[in-house]
């Protein structure tokens, strides 16, 4: 295939982010789903299990087995939420604060690393094709669910 697809792009490139982010986090002993999930824990008030799932867009069962990992490794720790007597709202220890922001550290130095490479007009473009896919398919606009007859 001479041209190469947009899924193709994407795919390749996600991957390529995913396999450089996995190589970081394991000089920590970590994974990328487990910095994407203490980044995604509000490091002051915790946050409820319940909301994690979306704002990382993982299956629960995922979550679930990383949010146990990262129990057992003393990152993070449960506990009742205050609000919601059914609820549980996970914090981060002091070892969970510190990977934070080891991974924090890490997803802004790729930031860093793109923007100088890349102009500012060319990542506004980025940005713009990315969001518009994201519309695309969010809106179910790319495949329809009638039947061809």
Do not use: C, Q
């Not at 299990?49 to 003393?74: H, V, W």
């Not at 922001?101 to 060319?122: C, G, H, I, P, T």
Request: charged residues 30%.
């Amino acid at each position: 295939m001479k041209e190469k697809t947009i899924d193709y792009m994407l795919r390749a490139t996600w991957m390529a982010v995913t396999k450089m982010y996995n190589e970081e986090a394991g000089k920590k002993d970590s994974t990328m789903a487990t910095g994407f999930a203490l980044i995604s824990i509000d490091p002051d008030e915790g946050t409820p299990s319940t909301a994690l799932g979306p704002k990382m867009g993982m299956e629960a069962t995922s979550l679930s087995r990383t949010l146990k990992n990262m129990e057992e490794k003393g990152l993070i720790e449960r506990k009742p939420n205050p609000l919601d007597g059914r609820g549980v709202l996970i914090h981060l220890t002091p070892f969970g604060k510190e990977m934070r922001a080891f991974s924090k550290s890490v997803v802004l130095r790729f930031d860093e690393a793109v923007s100088e490479a890349v102009s500012e007009e060319d990542l506004k473009t980025f940005k713009r094709v990315a969001h518009t896919i994201l519309e695309l398919i969010n809106s179910k606009k790319i495949y329809t669910t009638e039947k061809i007859s």
